[in-house]
């Protein structure tokens, strides 16, 4: 088993695709020790976003495309095409790239980084994690740190937040005068909301399963704010010009039947739907309708590419800061497996001399001159220490060379390229 990586993001797949292969926040738990159960694994952590699914694993790679293949109800061959698989040194890489927002829809932003470290909370918690995954994340937000802090990457940035705003305001003139519609109360309609609060709507109000969570919400934004429950939307949804939808749900919360009556008791009045949930909360059909405007995560392209020219100097040396991280980080790694070889030469250095120390106290014991004891105990602490690698040495073939310049190197031997042929 080794490390390794395997995900598809938004560049490898569409959103009908990622929406397939998402696990849902409260899913995520059994999920990571469902794959560590089935052996595919033997450390995990599964990173689960609107824009990207990524496992990172010790593990088999095959085994373990084919447990998210099945866990997802999905054939290996339906999922494949839009798969990357990173090996050890790969994946060290990308996972730096990741958490620095390097390989994100918007670039360098610093959301993905938060999600990274809830997915290693999760792993944690469900003890999925051991030495090689605890280290590389560590080492990651390390990286991620140095990188935003020393360089620009995630200045100038459009945030999905600010884009929802500006997607609505190309079909309204002045937010002022909406009423927005938040269905779901978690961290990313928060932050929405906040950038909708701070245009001042005329209501908002947030939808959601609980209302106390949606309360909490509301209270952040401001005296405009009202919670209202999911099951009240089919009765409420005709008075929103705005709706912004962000669940965990595995199912459609609006559907285009729901859609269809607000319209008409709109009275041709459109409506701006924002979908920024995977898998979605708003049906497809819901687009087909004459005076919906829906938009999804994709959609939102154009708009968080801006300012993304300004970025692309200092994407370049975070890259070159990533790629040496990534080789301090292997070096490292390499140290740190030479310390239980080392541990086991310095044991079995002990025991050769504890073995010829005892012989010595005894010959003492008996009588025997101090010289002779030191020269006996000199000799065979000698004999010991060299058996091992001069019988390894012996049985060596002719052709070993790597073996043989090993021990000379470990030595400091100087030893004969080849044998010297006879005249």
Same mark, same amino acid.
């Given at each position: 088993?080794?490390?390794?990586?395997?995900?598809?993001?938004?560049?490898?797949?569409?959103?009908?695709?990622?929406?397939?292969?998402?696990?849902?926040?409260?899913?995520?738990?059994?999920?990571?020790?469902?794959?560590?159960?089935?052996?595919?694994?033997?450390?995990?952590?599964?990173?689960?976003?609107?824009?990207?699914?990524?496992?990172?694993?010790?593990?088999?790679?095959?085994?373990?495309?084919?447990?998210?293949?099945?866990?997802?109800?999905?054939?290996?061959?339906?999922?494949?095409?839009?798969?990357?698989?990173?090996?050890?040194?790969?994946?060290?890489?990308?996972?730096?790239?990741?958490?620095?927002?390097?390989?994100?829809?918007?670039?360098?932003?610093?959301?993905?980084?938060?999600?990274?470290?809830?997915?290693?909370?999760?792993?944690?918690?469900?003890?999925?994690?051991?030495?090689?995954?605890?280290?590389?994340?560590?080492?990651?937000?390390?990286?991620?740190?140095?990188?935003?802090?020393?360089?620009?990457?995630?200045?100038?940035?459009?945030?999905?937040?600010?884009?929802?705003?500006?997607?609505?305001?190309?079909?309204?003139?002045?937010?002022?005068?909406?009423?927005?519609?938040?269905?779901?109360?978690?961290?990313?309609?928060?932050?929405?909301?906040?950038?909708?609060?701070?245009?001042?709507?005329?209501?908002?109000?947030?939808?959601?399963?609980?209302?106390?969570?949606?309360?909490?919400?509301?209270?952040?934004?401001?005296?405009?704010?009202?919670?209202?429950?999911?099951?009240?939307?089919?009765?409420?949804?005709?008075?929103?010009?705005?709706?912004?939808?962000?669940?965990?749900?595995?199912?459609?919360?609006?559907? @285009? #039947?729901?859609?269809?009556?607000?319209?008409?008791? $709109?009275? /041709?009045?459109?409506?701006?739907?924002?979908? +920024?949930?995977? %898998?979605?909360?708003?049906?497809?059909?819901?687009?087909?309708?004459?005076?919906?405007?829906?938009?999804?995560?994709?959609?939102?392209?154009?708009?968080?590419?801006?300012?993304?020219?300004?970025?692309?100097?200092?994407?370049?040396?975070?890259?070159?800061?990533?790629?040496?991280?990534?080789?301090?980080?292997?070096?490292?790694?390499?140290?740190?497996?030479?310390?239980?070889?080392?541990?086991?030469?310095?044991?079995?250095?002990?025991?050769?001399?504890?073995?010829?120390?005892?012989?010595?106290?005894?010959?003492?014991? @008996? #009588?025997?001159?101090?010289?002779?004891?030191?020269? $006996?105990? /000199?000799?065979?602490?000698?004999?010991?220490? +060299?058996?091992? %690698?001069?019988?390894?040495?012996?049985?060596?073939?002719?052709?070993?060379?790597?073996?043989?310049?090993?021990?000379?190197?470990?030595?400091?031997?100087?030893?004969?390229?080849?044998?010297?042929?006879?005249?």
């Amino acid at each position: 088993m080794q490390l390794t990586a395997i995900g598809l993001n938004h560049q490898t797949a569409p959103l009908s695709i990622r929406e397939q292969l998402a696990f849902a926040a409260a899913a995520l738990p059994d999920a990571v020790r469902a794959l560590i159960n089935s052996r595919a694994a033997k450390e995990a952590v599964i990173l689960s976003t609107c824009n990207r699914t990524e496992l990172y694993c010790v593990g088999d790679a095959e085994e373990i495309i084919r447990w998210l293949a099945q866990y997802h109800n999905l054939s290996v061959d339906e999922i494949r095409p839009y798969l990357y698989t990173y090996g050890c040194s790969d994946t060290i890489r990308h996972a730096f790239r990741v958490a620095c927002g390097l390989d994100s829809m918007v670039l360098g932003e610093p959301q993905i980084l938060g999600q990274i470290k809830d997915a290693v909370r999760v792993s944690q918690e469900q003890q999925t994690l051991d030495s090689w995954l605890n280290a590389l994340f560590q080492k990651t937000f390390s990286v991620a740190k140095e990188v935003r802090t020393d360089t620009a990457v995630g200045e100038s940035s459009v945030s999905m937040a600010a884009a929802s705003v500006k997607m609505a305001e190309q079909i309204f003139p002045d937010i002022a005068d909406l009423n927005v519609l938040f269905i779901g109360a978690g961290e990313m309609i928060e932050l929405v909301a906040t950038y909708f609060a701070a245009k001042n709507p005329k209501l908002m109000t947030v939808a959601n399963r609980t209302l106390p969570r949606a309360q909490e919400l509301c209270e952040k934004l401001g005296v405009n704010a009202e919670p209202r429950l999911l099951n009240e939307l089919p009765d409420i949804l005709h008075d929103y010009d705005v709706v912004v939808s962000s669940t965990a749900s595995q199912l459609p919360i609006v559907g @285009k #039947g729901m859609v269809e009556s607000a319209l008409k008791k $709109r009275q /041709s009045m459109p409506v701006f739907m924002l979908d +920024l949930a995977v %898998p979605r909360d708003i049906e497809e059909e819901v687009g087909e309708l004459g005076d919906a405007y829906l938009y999804t995560v994709d959609d939102m392209m154009g708009i968080v590419q801006s300012g993304k020219e300004a970025r692309q100097k200092a994407a370049a040396e975070a890259e070159t800061m990533v790629e040496a991280k990534v080789g301090e980080f292997i070096e490292w790694q390499r140290g740190r497996q030479s310390v239980p070889l080392i541990r086991a030469l310095r044991d079995e250095g002990e025991r050769a001399r504890r073995h010829v120390l005892e012989n010595a106290m005894k010959q003492l014991a @008996k #009588g025997t001159p101090p010289e002779e004891v030191l020269e $006996r105990l /000199s000799v065979q602490l000698t004999n010991k220490l +060299l058996h091992s %690698p001069t019988r390894t040495l012996n049985k060596a073939s002719a052709q070993d060379s790597s073996l043989v310049d090993a021990v000379a190197q470990i030595y400091h031997l100087d030893h004969p390229e080849q044998t010297a042929k006879p005249e």
